[in-house]
């Protein structure tokens, strides 16, 4: 059982290229998390999904897109990328819809744009 | 509104000592759920407890203890006779009943513990 994993743990882009994060759960968690962490702060809720095909918005979408067509897997696609996305990356997953289901947190992905 | 505050921000303590990190709490839900997860210098997020609203029993795990307040929304997080090894991030989240999907964490403590 690998638990939530992710892929790269580290990039650098330059300004303006893309990439995909890839994150894979293997815990048939329906739901599933993206969110960044800036040096010194907390989480904040990039995108999230409860289903395979369900995907919405979280706090700070912009710049962001993503997709669930499994259960398991849930990249996270940066467009253009820009020096404030800068950032560790986490993905997470939970058994919803159960509230007392914690979060399992993948390793991350830290990401430098210059 | 859900939030989720810890207002210490960084907190020093010399090995042995024992140390509380705080978290308040705002909610209108009456069934809600608060966790507490770990982040060491490694960077990974580790889940330590969950305590749901109707539960206010304390709870201690080795040198791990928790005491839940509804009165004064409260949810802190002691260890007894720190360690070097106890020194991460701490954050504390609140999650709202079944259904809902978000988690809200606060800004984390950063425990540093000296030898």
């Known amino acids: 059982n690998a638990g939530v994993t992710q892929t790269p743990k580290f990039r650098i882009l330059k300004i303006g290229q893309s990439m995909t994060l890839q994150c894979t759960q293997d815990m048939n968690h329906n739901y599933m998390y993206w969110y960044r962490q800036d040096p010194g702060m907390g989480l904040k809720l990039i995108y999230y999904?409860?289903?395979?095909?369900?995907?919405d918005k979280g706090e700070v979408p912009n710049g962001y897109n993503v997709s669930r067509s499994t259960t398991e897997d849930f990249p996270l696609r940066l467009e253009l990328a820009a020096p404030s996305q800068t950032s560790v990356y986490f993905c997470a997953s939970s058994y919803g819809p159960s509230g007392g289901n914690e979060q399992f947190f993948g390793p991350g992905t830290r990401l430098t744009v210059l | 509104a859900q939030k989720v505050t810890q207002a210490q921000t960084e907190i020093s303590v010399v090995e042995k000592e024992d140390v509380t990190l705080d978290c308040v709490y705002e909610t209108r839900d009456t069934t809600y759920y608060l966790f507490w997860y770990k982040q060491p210098p490694s960077g990974e997020l580790v889940f330590l407890i969950r305590r749901n609203s109707f539960d206010e029993q304390n709870e201690i795990s080795g040198r791990y203890s928790w005491n839940f307040q509804k009165s004064t929304s409260s949810f802190n997080f002691t260890i007894t006779a720190s360690q070097v090894v106890d020194s991460a991030v701490y954050f504390c989240a609140l999650r709202g009943p079944s259904g809902t999907y978000k988690y809200i964490f606060g800004t984390g403590t950063r425990l540093k513990v000296l030898a």
């Open positions: 999904s409860v289903g395979a095909g369900i995907t």
